[in-house]
């Protein structure tokens, strides 16, 4: 069983960056296919970004197209999440988790998540 703690949310202003981390246990990282999702108050949970096994393919939701950038190191068991240009509707609870990468879908182990909140 794979476990995932993230880390890296904090509260920031419109415009600007943050940085999350992934990090993941075991030794079969780099087997699985990764994303990033986050969850509004209120709203359901929604995909943000995906990367495959090997980090060579990704994909992101539209609403972050182009501001976003998800990345992995397989040597060090961790994926990220560069989040530039922030809005106030990125504010989220966010979380990575093993997904089928065709399908952009969550299929195994969740992390607890880390919260991003995006002042006006």
């Known amino acids: 069983q794979v476990q995932l703690v993230e880390s890296g949310g904090g509260l920031v202003q419109a415009g600007g960056s943050l940085r999350l981390s992934c990090a993941a246990s075991g030794r079969t990282f780099s087997s699985y296919a990764m994303g990033w999702f986050r969850q509004a108050p209120g709203k359901e949970r929604e995909f943000v970004a995906a990367i495959s096994r090997s980090g060579i393919r990704n994909y992101y939701a539209d609403s972050v197209k182009g501001r976003f950038t998800i990345s992995r190191d397989n040597a060090k068991n961790t994926v990220h999440l560069q989040m530039n240009s922030l809005k106030p509707e990125d504010t989220a609870l966010y979380y990575c988790?093993?997904?089928?990468?065709?399908?952009?879908?969550?299929?195994?182990?969740w992390g607890q998540g880390t919260q991003v909140t995006v002042s006006s």
């Open positions: 988790a093993i997904i089928d990468y065709a399908l952009g879908s969550p299929s195994g182990s």
